[in-house]
C-alpha cells in the first residue's frame, strides 16, 4: 500500500517508482516541470539525455537536448508552453520550445562576473566565498518572467544578486549582496512572480523567503520556519509549494506564508525541486534514503 503524507486538504499517496525510465538512460534529475498537456518535463544531469519527457503517468514519451547544457539547475514554463532552462555552470538562461527547439539564450557562455569567488571554485559551497555583489552572472540558479515579458534572475552559487532584464534582454539592474540581513542573501536559489506581482525569492542558506516588488523593494520576510526553501510552484488558487533543501521536507504554504502542510525527513536532504499538474498531483525531485540517487517521485492528491 503506497504511504500518505500530507494534511487536511493537501494529503497525498506517495508512489516513490513512478517514472518508468528506459535502461541505457542515466537518470539524475536536478529538477521538474509539467506543461499544459501535464507532460513531465525533467532537466537531467546526463549530457546525451538532458531533458526526458513522461506523461503523468510515467510513461516515457522521449529525450531532446544532447550535448547543449554543463550542469542542469532549473527548469520552469513560460506562459507559451515554452520551457526555461537554466544552465548553473554555463551561467545561461536558454529558452526552448516545447519540443527543443533554441529560441533565445540570456548570458555568455563560462562567463564569471567578480564576486570574490575564484573561477576554479564550483558546486554548492560557493556562495560561502562570495565576499561582494557582482553583475550577471556567476552560478546563477533560476529565473522568472513577468506579465510585460521582463525577467528576474536568481543568481545564488558564485553571486548574492536578483538581476532584472526587459523583455528584449537587456539588463536594467541588480539588488542583493552577501549576509543575513533584511534585503540580503546568501544563496538566492528561486524566484517565483505571484499573482499579487510580488518576486518570491528562496533565500536558501539563510532559511528564509524575501518578498519583494519588481523594483527591488523589499515587503516582507516570510515567518514560517523553512530549511534551506530551494524553489516554488504556485498554483492557480495561490496555494505555494515548497521544497526544503536542507531539511528533506515539503512544505505548502499560503502566499503570506502560513503553513497548510509538511512532510518529510531528513534522510531525503538535497530535495531540490517542485511542479503541480492540472489535477493538483506533486511531482519532486529528490534523493532516495541518505541522499541518494535523486529521481522524480509522484504524491497523487487524496
Excluded at 529525450?63 to 513560460?78: E, N, Q, T
Excluded at 562567463?111 to 560557493?126: E, K, L
Excluded at 513577468?146 to 523583455?167: I, Q, W
Aim: one cysteine or more; aromatic letters at 12%.
Amino acid at each position: 500500500m503506497e504511504p500518505i503524507v500530507g494534511s487536511g486538504r493537501h494529503t497525498y499517496h506517495v508512489n516513490e517508482n513512478w517514472a518508468s525510465v528506459p535502461d541505457g538512460i542515466d537518470f539524475k534529475p536536478a529538477a521538474v516541470a509539467v506543461d499544459s498537456k501535464d507532460r513531465v518535463f525533467a532537466f537531467n544531469r546526463s549530457a546525451e539525455h538532458p531533458i526526458v519527457i513522461f506523461d503523468r503517468n510515467g510513461q516515457y514519451e522521449g529525450s531532446w537536448g544532447a550535448g547543449l547544457f554543463k550542469f542542469p539547475h532549473a527548469i520552469r514554463f513560460d506562459k507559451d508552453d515554452n520551457v526555461w532552462l537554466t544552465d548553473e555552470y554555463l551561467c545561461q538562461f536558454m529558452l526552448f520550445s516545447n519540443d527543443g527547439k533554441l529560441l533565445r539564450t540570456i548570458g555568455e557562455a563560462g562567463y564569471r562576473s567578480d564576486t570574490g569567488v575564484a573561477p576554479d571554485q564550483w558546486g554548492s559551497i560557493a556562495w560561502r566565498s562570495v565576499t561582494h555583489a557582482g553583475g550577471p552572472f556567476n552560478l546563477p540558479t533560476d529565473i522568472a518572467t513577468a506579465p510585460d515579458g521582463s525577467m528576474f534572475m536568481t543568481d545564488g552559487y558564485g553571486n548574492a544578486r536578483v538581476h532584472k532584464f526587459s523583455a528584449e534582454g537587456q539588463h536594467l539592474f541588480s539588488w542583493g549582496e552577501p549576509g543575513n540581513g533584511p534585503g540580503q542573501f546568501h544563496l538566492p536559489h528561486g524566484v517565483w512572480i505571484d499573482r499579487r506581482g510580488r518576486l518570491l525569492v528562496a533565500d536558501r542558506e539563510n532559511d528564509r523567503v524575501q518578498v519583494f516588488d519588481q523594483m527591488g523593494g523589499l515587503l516582507e520576510i516570510w515567518p514560517t520556519e523553512l530549511i534551506g526553501p530551494a524553489f516554488f510552484y504556485v498554483d492557480d488558487e495561490d496555494v505555494v509549494y515548497i521544497p526544503e533543501h536542507n531539511s528533506g521536507m515539503v512544505s505548502i504554504v499560503t502566499l503570506d506564508g502560513e503553513r497548510l502542510a509538511r512532510w518529510g525527513a531528513p534522510l531525503h536532504k538535497s530535495v531540490h525541486g517542485i511542479w503541480c499538474d492540472s489535477r493538483k498531483d506533486l511531482y519532486v525531485v529528490q534523493p532516495g534514503e541518505w541522499g541518494r540517487n535523486r529521481r522524480v517521485v509522484k504524491y497523487t492528491r487524496k
